[in-house]
């Protein structure tokens, strides 16, 4: 059973009088384990896409199947559990508290499960570690460069253990030797931890990190390549 499933999902925007079509006739599978790209130029509907796929939009038209469950058959707490449980978002602007410490920004998605705080902190600091920032747990985010405050973003995305991890331009405000780093850090999570990746670029050196990328154009999915 694939991991992802869409058939045929279409996203359209009523613009007044106009009918903006995100996304046209959309079809595509994503194993679990896999590491996608998704690319295209602005206004292709690569990050539409993304959105639906992290059950932060819905389709207009066509299903959408999260391990063989339709999700739009799903209730608006259940979407919240699975964008919680199963789901890890990491975005261009790492979206981090600037008055709270790495360790508390990590703990932030425990709260909402009212996990115990000895259990939090001990995820949190395993989380940082992972990402390689152990000993900085107690740096503000104006105390990180903008790598390190990435790589806390990575480790709250990932501290629930979800078996998803969706990015969204994540290297867009970083430097190239960064940017390196942070797709190298991608690659083990999904090649050790065996995290499904999901990330939309707009950049071929960062996509040549993935195993596959989608194409977008218009609103439709044009090419679909693997890489050996």
């Known amino acids: 059973m694939n991991l992802i499933e869409v058939i045929g ?34 206004g292709s509907g690569k990050s539409t896409f993304m959105n639906i796929l992290g059950c932060l939009d819905s389709p207009t038209e066509g299903r959408y199947f999260l391990e063989g469950v339709d999700v739009g058959q799903l209730s608006r707490d259940q979407l919240a559990g699975i964008r919680n449980k199963k789901i890890g978002f990491v ?15 990590v703990e932030l998605p425990m709260l909402y499960d009212g996990v115990a705080a000895n259990m939090r902190r001990e995820k949190a600091l395993a989380a940082l570690k992972i990402v390689g920032l152990e000993g900085r747990e107690h740096h503000h985010p104006n105390q990180l460069s903008g790598g390190q405050q990435q790589r806390v973003a990575i480790a709250r995305a990932i501290v629930n253990q979800a078996p998803i991890l969706m ?3 994540p290297t867009g405000n970083l430097d190239t030797k960064t940017s390196i780093e942070i797709m190298e850090l991608f690659q083990r999570l999904n090649g050790e931890a065996g995290i499904t990746i999901i990330l939309v670029t707009h950049e071929s050196d960062i996509a040549r990190f993935s195993k596959r990328t989608l194409r977008f154009l218009d609103g439709r999915l044009v090419s679909d390549e693997v890489r050996g």
């Open 91 to 105: 975005f261009q602007g790492f979206n981090l508290l600037s008055r709270t410490p790495a360790l508390e920004n």
């Open 9 to 42: 999902i279409s996203k359209v925007y009523n613009m007044g009088e106009v009918d903006l079509r995100a996304l046209d006739n959309v079809s595509a599978t994503v194993e679990r384990g896999d590491f996608v790209s998704i690319m295209g130029p602005s």
């Open 167 to 169: 990015a969204d331009e």
